[in-house]
């Protein structure tokens, strides 16, 4: 545990004060700026009120916040790999668990940012209806769902690929495949839709933030729909622990061929 | 008289859904924009026959000529199926609609024949509900300004302070 704790110490500072970490951010922060003031300023966009501002810019900042997290996990044990610095980790008094636990961490601390960037477009768009306290506890709440789960997938995808490019690209098709179905104009309604609804863990966290934010729904009303969620973060999570001794390794031919 | 006697049972049996009759629960709303409320509509078969299956259908009518109504926007279901009621049956269907536009609107329920007597009618509508919505403050672009011009100003200075120190360090 305590070897976890150094290692996130150390993947944090690699990321945030000498790596990509605050690049990352202004990138977030410039284009909830344009998606805050285009949804404020379009009549098309703003043509209900506030509320659906509100879930739009939620929405982005939650699948955005995600995708950074994500992208960062990717490069994880991949990255370190073709870099040629995983030896190095490896000869290190910690193990394999605890690299692993390490970089999960930093990559959630990219998630745990950006939601802080997030704050302020989300109070500025939510005061007006009265939704902010709601807003902020329960983004951060299927954010966080989100954003765990995604980064233990990527951990999982960077350790056993053997290129970065290769980590990355599966990473980023994993996620275009969850968020495709929330960008669909409308689901079939009944058992079918309703399962396809629930099963994917996106568009599930998206439908329980919808209800609340637009619909007013009561946080318990809809909770069910963040069971997807959770499987995934417990199903990729476990997957991590378990097999991640084993998966965190050097590959032969891939640095210094 | 016979003759008669006939054509009135021809005309009955002929009739899809004799005695059907159609109320709204509520006669007025009044709601903002972006609201949703739900119509309830109670369909009664007062008549001395069963009915065929039937088909609800709520629509909103805009009493402004101005106002455009595009259906698809205030629900995402305005049809619904009913059993075929028995005689003294009633049932009732409920509607969820979200007020889109700013305006007067009557919204009203229409039961039709469905099955074999699909098309030959008679339509029975209720009487509207009049739904008056009102008109809601939106964002503005100006209220925003501060925080997207700020946000991304003070997150660069940040960075640069850090890479600076950074390299100062080195």
Request: charged share 15%; proline share 5%.
């Amino acid at each position: 545990m305590t070897t976890t704790v150094v290692v996130s110490g150390q993947e944090c500072r690699d990321l945030w004060v000498s790596g990509r970490g605050p690049l990352l951010l202004f990138a977030y922060s410039v284009l909830l700026s344009a998606v805050t003031y285009l949804t404020a300023s379009n009549l098309a966009v703003n043509f209900l009120e506030q509320r659906e501002a509100v879930d739009l810019v939620l929405q982005v900042a939650v699948a955005v916040g995600v995708l950074v997290a994500l992208v960062v996990s990717a490069d994880g044990v991949s990255g370190e790999r073709e870099r040629g610095t995983l030896e190095s980790l490896l000869l290190a008094p910690v193990s394999r668990r605890a690299i692993l636990g390490g970089k999960f961490a930093a990559a959630l601390s990219v998630w745990f940012a950006a939601f802080v960037v997030s704050v302020p477009y989300l109070w500025v768009l939510a005061r007006g209806v009265f939704i902010v306290d709601r807003t902020l506890l329960l983004g951060l709440l299927v954010g966080t769902l989100l954003a765990a789960g995604l980064v233990a997938i990527g951990l999982l995808v960077s350790a056993v690929s053997n290129s970065n490019k290769v980590s990355l690209a599966v990473s980023l098709f994993l996620l275009l495949a969850f968020f495709a179905p929330t960008q669909l104009p409308k689901l079939p309604q009944g058992f079918a839709g309703d399962v396809i609804r629930r099963v994917n863990p996106v568009g599930a966290g998206m439908h329980y933030l919808n209800g609340v934010v637009v619909s007013g729904f009561s946080w318990t009303r809809e909770l069910s729909y963040l069971v997807s969620p959770l499987v995934v973060v417990v199903l990729a999570g476990g997957a991590l622990v378990v097999f991640g001794s084993r998966i965190v390794r050097l590959t032969a031919g891939v640095n210094g061929e | 008289m016979s003759a008669l006697l006939v054509l009135a049972l021809v005309g009955l049996a002929a009739a899809p859904m004799p005695g059907v009759e159609v109320t709204l629960d509520h006669a007025r709303a009044a709601v903002g924009v972006g609201d949703r409320i739900t119509v309830t509509a109670r369909v009664v078969n007062s008549g001395g026959q069963r009915t065929d299956p039937l088909i609800a259908h709520l629509n909103v009518a805009t009493l402004d000529k101005s106002v455009y109504v595009d259906l698809e926007d205030w629900t995402g279901s305005p049809t619904q199926e009913l059993a075929p009621l028995a005689p003294g049956a009633d049932t009732t269907v409920s509607f969820e609609i979200q007020a889109v536009n700013v305006g007067q609107f009557d919204v009203y329920v229409v039961v039709a024949p469905n099955g074999s007597s699909a098309g030959r009618g008679p339509l029975v509508a209720s009487t509207p509900e009049l739904v008056q919505v009102a008109g809601r403050r939106t964002v503005s672009p100006g209220g925003v300004l501060p925080v997207v011009v700020a946000a991304p100003v003070l997150l660069a200075v940040a960075a640069a302070a850090a890479r600076f120190r950074l390299r100062r360090g080195r």
